[in-house]
């Protein structure tokens, strides 16, 4: 093109700008809503000098002025509210395309922002207005307004609106009239059809078909699409649908559907790979991922008799046994009635009637006597007592063995916690330190296995869970008669792990999505979903009422439950037989001395 062609469009540009109207524009559009940057395009071919001193003096902001060579990223340097003004020196696009491409990279994750197309151009061009919108709705440039030259004449503008189809529309100019010269274009989408893709498993995603044979989407994820399509009046399609409408596609194809630009988002939680998180909405979900262990088992019936006597209670009443025993034999002794020195340590008839036997009172027995012989009563039933007490509780609600306090004692049980390779590559990826706990893991390849491994509740198991699964499972072990896990919480490899919707990050639908997600966590109504994930997965087919509990029946006590009494039995036995042979021999060996003693003062006298 001639350089006196591009020098006169660049002369119409300027008194296109310069001109008191296109400031009254911006004053007005900063009266709506308030800007703080004004960004300036033009090609590098035009020569305004007093572009800028003039927009600068009238709206009192910064004015950033790029052509189409430079690229700056904007939004990783400002979260202020911008609008730009782009110079269009002729009617034709093509002489223009780096501009434009230029403008995207400039309005990364800010193409909802405003933007003024300034066209030198007499007379309004269908043409190139549908050609110019076509272009911005193509590089997800939403709010834009189109002025030509004689729009001081004209009194008009252009816009346009993609939703449902694309729509060129034009508007009276009048700067007293308050409607908005931008609209808020996404609080109702018309109808439109918004492509997307579905992934992810049950409970966040629940799909199934009702009666009518039509599908129905549930769980977190579903609930969302839902209320997303209600609120602003749109409507999902899938064009990447599988045959089975009930298959969804992995998340990491998910998320290169959207990156490829073939669906605008999915309807798949995925956390981000990387961080910033760009190509992710705000997260949806923040996700704990921990153990959930058996609960604890019952202590065989065998060791009921061990834990009644404590160590700690068995000394304590040993003690107490000793004290009386002293007592008593003080007192008796301090009476006149003879006693022995083995009494202080241990009385017979203290022990005697402890254990509930009956004694022999000593005949005459002083009054004090008699309150140390109360005593030992009272300390007989207060013992007996406890001792039922605590043994009818063992029978009728047995206790636990004692849990698990850290990553070592599940490592030296035989408990083995199940993990899907990935995640499990994932975990020892990320944390360099538990890798001696490698043997602590059972490795399962498949998902499928794995899914099914976890849902059967085999308590020989322990498994690698997020907070929101356990939601679901804390509601199913309502149904049981007892519980079978529980989350441990102090055994987490992450907290607060962010999971969000990729959608591509120059998205007109970013920020609806973002909107709708902090609406839906200020009202709970995605913790409500959460919750409400058991109910659906059993409307769904999914799960059922089914108590995998094992029953509690009626056990008869059994000749090894008393291992430790017969222990306890044969032990007391030999040793009193070992006592027994002991006093023999000592009375064996005493008659004979006492008869050579008598043999030989016979004999010598």
Not at 220 to 235: L, W
Not at 350 to 360: A, D, H, I, K, W
Not at 361 to 366: F, L
Not at 516 to 522: H, W
């Amino acid at each position: 093109m001639d350089c006196p062609k591009w020098i006169l469009h660049g002369l119409c540009l300027i008194s296109l700008v310069g001109g008191s109207e296109v400031i009254q524009l911006l004053v007005r559009v900063k009266q709506e809503l308030d800007f703080d940057y004004l960004l300036v395009m033009r090609n590098r071919n035009y020569s305004a000098p007093d572009v800028v001193e003039d927009l600068m003096a009238e709206l009192s902001v910064p004015v950033l002025q790029l052509d189409e060579g430079v690229s700056y990223f904007i939004h990783n340097n400002t979260d202020c509210r911008l609008v730009s003004l782009v110079f269009l020196g002729n009617g034709i696009l093509e002489d223009h395309r780096g501009l434009l491409n230029a403008l995207v990279l400039n309005l990364r994750h800010m193409t909802t922002s405003r933007v003024i197309f300034l066209i030198p151009k007499e007379v309004a061009n269908e043409g190139i207005l549908n050609e110019l919108f076509s272009a911005c709705w193509k590089m997800r440039i939403l709010n834009v307004i189109a002025l030509f030259a004689d729009h001081e004449a004209t009194k008009t503008y252009y816009t346009y609106s993609p939703f449902p189809n694309l729509q060129v529309e034009e508007h009276p100019y009048d700067l007293e009239d308050p409607k908005p010269f931008f609209p808020d274009r996404l609080r109702n989408l018309h109808g439109f059809h918004l492509p997307m893709i579905i992934g992810g498993t049950s409970p966040r995603i629940i799909a199934y078909k009702n009666k009518k044979d039509q599908v129905v989407y549930e769980g977190t994820v579903g609930h969302f699409m839902m209320a997303f399509q209600q609120k602003y009046n749109c409507t999902f399609v899938q064009p990447l649908l599988a045959k089975d409408p009930l298959a969804f596609a992995p998340s990491m194809q998910t998320v290169m559907a959207v990156r490829n630009n073939s669906v605008e988002m999915s309807m798949s939680l995925t956390f981000p790979p990387v961080f910033p998180p760009f190509g992710f909405s705000y997260p949806y979900e923040q996700l704990n991922w921990c153990l959930m262990m058996p609960v604890e088992a019952d202590v065989p019936p065998l060791e009921y008799y061990t834990r009644v006597f404590e160590l700690s209670a068995f000394l304590l009443t040993l003690g107490i046994l000793v004290i009386i025993s002293c007592l008593l034999t003080t007192t008796l002794r301090l009476h006149g009635y003879p006693t022995a020195s083995s009494e202080f340590l241990l009385h017979d008839t203290c022990l005697r009637g402890v254990l509930g036997q009956s004694f022999v009172e000593v005949m005459r027995t002083p009054t004090l006597v008699r309150g140390i012989y109360l005593k030992i009563c009272v300390l007989g039933i207060l013992i007996t007592a406890w001792y039922n007490s605590y043994f009818s509780s063992y029978v009728t609600s047995a206790p636990k063995q004692p849990p698990f306090r850290s990553y070592d004692d599940i490592l030296a049980s035989q408990i083995k916690v199940v993990a899907w390779k990935p995640e499990y590559a994932e975990l020892f990826g990320r944390l360099l330190e538990f890798r001696k706990y490698e043997p602590m893991f059972f490795i399962e390849p498949d998902f499928r296995q794995y899914l099914a491994r976890r849902d059967s509740m085999d308590t020989r198991f322990g498994y690698m869970i997020t907070n929101g699964r356990w939601l679901v499972i804390k509601e199913q072990q309502k149904v049981f008669s007892r519980p079978l896990f529980r989350l441990r919480e102090d055994f987490c490899f992450f907290n607060n792990v962010p999971f969000g919707f990729p959608i591509h990050e120059n998205s007109v639908f970013m920020e609806p999505v973002q909107r709708l997600i902090m609406e839906l966590a200020e009202t709970g109504l995605s913790y409500h979903w959460m919750t409400t994930g058991f109910s659906e997965l059993i409307e769904s087919g999914e799960m059922h009422f089914l108590d995998l509990s094992p029953h509690r029946e009626f056990r008869a006590m059994q000749l090894q439950d008393l291992q430790y009494v017969w222990y306890g039995f044969a032990f007391m036995a030999v040793f009193s037989s070992f006592v027994w042979i002991l006093e023999v021999l000592y009375f064996s060996l005493q008659s004979k001395q006492s008869f050579f003693k008598r043999f030989i003062s016979q004999k010598y006298i």
